[in-house]
């Protein structure tokens, strides 16, 4: 089965800092990745998605994503933080060919310090 | 726009009575999904349909069940509410066709006393 792993559930960064989220996952087919963000009593939303083709992702709001198959990685990055960052960030996999489902990590909660 | 959206988005209810969340999409999907959402677990697939007249179990499906009688609706319902099913309840859809982009609601609130 499919899993998600994401490392820390609550990370603080400072203002204009670089933002790091990880996330590391287990998949038996080839994976598609995504990233969801969640605001304070919003639901998700979609931030980036890997497929197939080119590895480094861009998204919304200045994230990015990379793709690296050797470390089973999808790290989400964003070169400097801003105070409107604030929220919860899921990663998630898709469970398996033919089937839409998708496999969500615990989340991470990023703090931004001003 | 299209969108989907959840009502009501917060209700509190006794344990033992019969609970139901209602979620609406105009992204004219035929895969919707039901998660609940709790502290230290993420989200957690409760059932999911990928057309009308078909439903599926996911990973925490006891004590609930969900109906698809049109494309647009996929109505949850709590048969017998416990105060252990005190969650936040999101519907998701996705296009299918390899798609996997699921689009998420407002969420519901629900509290069992």
């Known amino acids: 089965a499919q899993s998600v792993t994401q490392l820390g559930s609550h990370v603080s960064v400072s203002e204009g800092a670089l933002v790091l989220l990880r996330c590391n996952y287990s998949?038996?087919?080839?994976?598609?990745l995504f990233w969801y963000v969640q605001y304070p009593n919003q639901g998700l939303q979609l931030l980036l998605k890997?497929?197939?083709?080119?590895?480094l992702v861009k998204g919304i709001n200045g994230f990015e994503a990379e793709f690296k198959k050797s470390e089973t990685s999808f790290h989400l990055t964003k070169p400097s933080a801003h105070m409107s960052d604030a929220a919860e960030y899921f990663c998630?996999?898709?469970?398996?060919?033919?089937?839409?489902?998708?496999?969500f990590g615990t989340g991470t909660r990023l703090t931004i310090i001003p | 726009d299209a969108e989907i959206t959840q009502s009501p988005r917060h209700k509190i209810t006794e344990t033992g009575r019969q609970v139901t969340l209602a979620c609406h999409q105009t992204?004219?999907?035929?895969?919707m999904f039901w998660y609940r959402q709790d502290l230290g677990h993420g989200l957690r697939l409760i059932h999911y349909?990928?057309?009308?007249?078909?439903?599926n179990k996911g990973e925490v499906s006891d004590g609930y069940s969900v109906s698809r009688s049109n494309t647009e609706d996929l109505p949850l319902t709590l048969e017998s509410a416990a105060s252990s099913q005190t969650s936040v309840y999101f519907c998701?859809?996705?296009?299918?066709?390899?798609?996997?982009?699921?689009?998420f609601g407002p969420g519901t609130r629900l509290t069992v006393l």
């Open positions: 998949s038996s087919v080839p994976p598609y």
């Open positions: 890997y497929t197939t083709g080119a590895t």
């Open positions: 998701a859809s996705s296009g299918g066709q390899g798609a996997y982009t699921q689009y």
């Open positions: 349909s990928y057309g009308v007249q078909d439903t």
């Open positions: 992204w004219n999907h035929n895969n």
């Open positions: 998630a996999v898709r469970a398996s060919f033919g089937n839409e489902k998708l496999t």
